[in-house]
């Protein structure tokens, strides 16, 4: 198995720019999430999803940040705009039901 | 919140074993330790897990106490790739089903 795969791995925008990173889970498991990794505030839970439905979103920090999951195969994390504190290193991982979870390469996001 | 307590930093010399502790005083019965490292900003890598009884396999070995409130992840012969940040990990039962939520962890160093 390819395991997690984030895309893209690196990402320079400019300020007010939409951001879009991408996510495929390992097939077959029916939980996805999305962490932030910021020197600062460590490595926080974003939002996760269960058989592609949200299910716990707290953590996203504002509105300019969303999260789909249109299939099992494939979820988005958008943020729109971008500001220059959105920098930092964003992480998905997948697990099947209650089993170890496991975690892509993540994607470096600099928003100048 | 996460649910555990570790040292900020630990150091140990290249091929003696390192011992990462953990306190979890408040882990319920059914709750699994689970143990993860990130070394240098990639994605974190699952490393073991265990319920009550002591576990070991190709990468590390975890002793948890009988009243199960600590644990200790042993690497039995540390080397200098081992050099990371260890993450003690209780899951946290959420609306639809654990989540994992990382504290701060143990940035080990493993000198020469």
């Known amino acids: 198995d390819a395991g997690v795969i984030q895309s893209p791995r690196h990402e320079v925008t400019e300020m007010g720019q939409e951001v879009t990173l991408r996510c495929k889970p390992i097939s077959g498991h029916d939980y996805l999430f999305w962490y932030r990794q910021t020197m600062m505030r460590g490595l926080e839970l974003l939002i996760y999803f269960n058989n592609n439905v949200p299910i716990d979103d707290s953590g996203m920090p504002e509105d300019r940040f969303s999260a789909k999951m249109p299939n099992a195969s494939f979820s988005t994390l958008k943020i729109q705009p971008s500001e220059p504190r959105d920098s930092a290193v964003y992480f998905c991982a997948s697990r099947r039901g209650e089993e170890t979870q496991y975690f892509g390469p993540g994607t470096r996001l600099l928003v100048l | 919140d996460a649910k555990t307590t570790q040292p900020t930093s630990m150091d140990c010399a290249e091929g003696r074993a390192a011992n990462l502790p953990c306190n979890h005083s408040?882990?319920?019965?059914?709750?699994?330790v689970y143990w993860y490292r990130q070394i240098h900003s990639q994605g974190p890598q699952y490393i073991i897990h265990?319920?009550?009884n002591n576990e070991t396999n190709e990468m590390a070995s975890l002793i948890i106490t009988e009243d199960r409130k600590s644990s200790t992840l042993i690497l039995p012969h540390a080397t200098l790739r081992d050099t990371a940040v260890y993450y003690c990990?209780?899951?946290?039962f959420g609306t639809g089903g654990f989540k994992t939520i990382f504290g701060a962890g143990t940035r080990l160093f493993v000198k020469a």
């Open positions: 265990g319920l009550k």
């Open positions: 408040t882990i319920s019965g059914n709750e699994y």
């Open positions: 990990i209780v899951r946290v």
